[in-house]
């Protein structure tokens, strides 16, 4: 189910992402937490939400800790992301001493998988509580760990013993930004708003850790929104010698994991 809001901007809470309608290739991706929240408020629609209610759906139902400071940046930056898409209302008003909510003057429909109808939400019914989506971020946060590192080993390692015996395997990677000369990649899409946040915390890791950017380096980061959000949660960072940085060739790499990493220690 999608939902559709003011008719410029379409919701999938299972993809986690943000579109234009009139341009379907724009498209901002939300965090797991982002999406739940915003989930959250549209099956609320027209209603008044307390905080302590937000902060007990979205994350303690989750397993996650809540609090007051992050809620606030989620909501900041859900604004921010819609005014980065072209839409100019105020999607998500402030209570003042209650919480947040989408008044019921802002239009939002739903439409099926299929696009076969539109029908404008009357209102809210609360969708099954998705109970696995922390366990399920976590397994997919190690796969990708495991499979980064297991493609590393098996290219450094396996004997090339002529040319028709050379295997490589890749591993896509998004642009995020630079330290000094260094590129830093990351293993999954970051929004434009979060890089700057991303590129601190690596600082943070590599200094922790004594690294700096030296000659043909790249940085492949994977960090849990929980860090990118001020909180304690898993990152890794793999510190690569490349062998042609233009067709992302790594020589070796010496990597950090962290499953309860604190950027605020």
Known sequence: MH??????IRFDPADYTL???????????????MSRLLLFLVEKHGENVTKDDIL??????????????????YISDLRQMFRALGLEDEIIATIPRVGFSISGAIVI??????????????????????RDGLRTYQYVFLFIVVLFLSGLLFYIFHPKDSDEDIYTTTQKSYPVGMIDTCPVVSLKPVADNLKARSIEITKHILAM?????????????????????????RVFLADCAMKDPKMGLITSCINFYGADYDTND
């Open 3 to 8: 939902y559709i809001i003011q008719n410029a």
């Open 19 to 33: 579109e234009q309608t009139h341009e379907p290739h724009t498209v901002v991706t939300l965090t797991v937490t």
């Open 56 to 73: 007990s759906q979205v994350w303690e139902a989750h397993g996650l800790r809540a609090s007051t400071n992050s809620l606030n940046k």
């Open 109 to 130: 429909s739903t439409v099926s998988r299929m696009e076969s109808e539109i029908v404008p939400i009357v209102s809210a019914t609360p969708l099954e509580e998705r």
């Open 209 to 233: 850790r004594g690294r700096s950017c030296g000659n043909e380096i790249q940085y492949y980061i994977y960090f849990s929104e929980d860090v990118i959000y001020h909180q304690r949660g």
